[in-house]
């Protein structure tokens, strides 16, 4: 089992920047693969941005690539999601997800593929 815990969510202007936070507990954390999805009201949950197991190859929903910057730092068991330049359309509840299939290599985006999920954090983006 892994235990996911979000932080660093709130209420920022548009243009603003906000990091989010992961911690996880509950196995060795390079052995994970790491994601965060985003679901507003009334829309399907959403790939933000991945990073893989191994050599921590990223991957980006269009929406967000050259805003938001996903990494991993296994000392500390720990996945951040920097945004910048954020727009009234990225409010969402922001959720951290991880899984540990090992013959998975590449950066998954389908949210049925991760077994382990926060319980979200909620970003406001103000127009």
């Known amino acids: 089992q892994v235990q996911l815990v979000e932080s660093g969510g709130g209420l920022v202007q548009a243009g603003g920047s906000l990091r989010l936070s992961c911690a996880a507990s509950?196995?060795?954390?390079?052995?994970?693969?790491m994601g965060w999805f985003r679901q507003a009201p009334g829309k399907e949950r959403e790939f933000v941005a991945g990073?893989?197991?191994?050599?921590?190859?990223?991957r980006y929903g269009d929406s967000v690539k050259g805003r938001f910057t996903i990494s991993r730092d296994n000392a500390k068991n720990t996945v951040y999601l920097e945004m910048n330049s954020l727009e009234p359309e990225d409010t969402a509840v922001y959720y951290c997800a991880a899984h540990g299939r090992a013959y998975i290599m590449m950066v998954i985006t389908t949210p049925s593929v991760y077994d382990y999920w926060g319980q979200g954090t909620q970003v406001t983006v103000s127009s």
């Open positions: 990073v893989s197991r191994g050599d921590g190859t990223t």
């Open positions: 509950g196995r060795t954390f390079s052995t994970i693969a």
